[in-house]
């Protein structure tokens, strides 16, 4: 199985401050296509994950334009601008190149 | 609007069965693959099943830890997804999500508490 491990952040994080949340998979997620099978979601408390970033750095529709996916085939990155009130929560990375399809343990992030 | 509204969860002794249901509505669902993941009380999510569509055969896809306890179905004409879920044991108590393909849509959830 592919093997996600994601870092912490350095909590809280000032209000307006930008943050970055690392993600490493096991094996590369870049495919011949081109494409690399990585999303993003945020969990904020008492919801259900909601859906940021496939394909690495593609925001899923209606996402603020503050969050940014980047990375390689192995290493990934989401980047949040000036961080907000509403980014309070969870954040986890997902490879879906093959099955099982497995998460991150996922990231905290806390506002100052 | 996509909706999925997860139902049948609830508290079940280790050993009994349990059979959760997702029941979709504002998209194709019958060309839709569709999923079952779960989060334990520490919050780890883990994928459990997929079910592809009538043009792929509804080929499905397990988890090893639920594999020969866990069955996931579909019902085209009544926009559902089903997991079947035998010979429970503590460790399955979580809360059960089901996604559509992509991770784009989630249901709210359901609790399954497996415990004596």
């Known amino acids: 199985d592919i093997v996600m491990t994601q870092g912490a952040l350095p909590n809280p994080v000032p209000s307006g401050e930008s943050a970055s949340i690392t993600c490493q998979s096991s094996k590369s997620l870049l495919h011949s296509n081109g494409k690399t099978y990585l999303n993003w979601y945020l969990q904020r408390p008492g919801q259900s994950p909601q859906l940021l970033i496939y394909w690495m750095s593609t925001r899923a529709s209606g996402v603020s334009d503050r969050f940014s996916g980047s990375g390689s085939g192995t290493d990934f990155t989401l980047k949040i601008s000036s961080v907000e009130a509403e980014d309070v929560g969870v954040y986890y990375c997902?490879?879906?190149?093959?099955?099982?399809?497995?998460f991150g343990s996922g990231t905290k992030l806390e506002i100052k | 609007e996509v909706q999925l509204v997860e139902t049948g969860g609830g508290l079940v002794q280790p050993g009994k069965s349990l059979k959760l249901t997702c029941a979709t509505s504002g998209f194709t669902f019958s060309t839709a693959w569709m999923h079952w993941v779960r989060q334990s009380p520490e919050k780890r999510l883990e994928w459990i099943a997929r079910?592809?569509?009538?043009?792929?055969?509804?080929?499905?896809d397990y988890v090893e830890s639920v594999k020969g306890r866990f069955t996931i179905s579909r019902d085209d004409s009544k926009s559902s997804v089903y997991l079947q879920m035998n010979s429970l044991k503590e460790e399955d108590t979580a809360t059960y999500y089901c996604?559509?393909?992509?991770?784009?849509?989630w249901g709210q959830g359901v609790m399954v508490t497996v415990s004596s």
């Open positions: 079910i592809k569509d009538k043009s792929n055969n509804y080929a499905t």
């Open positions: 997902q490879q879906f190149l093959e099955y099982p399809l497995t």
């Open positions: 996604t559509t393909s992509g991770g784009g849509h």
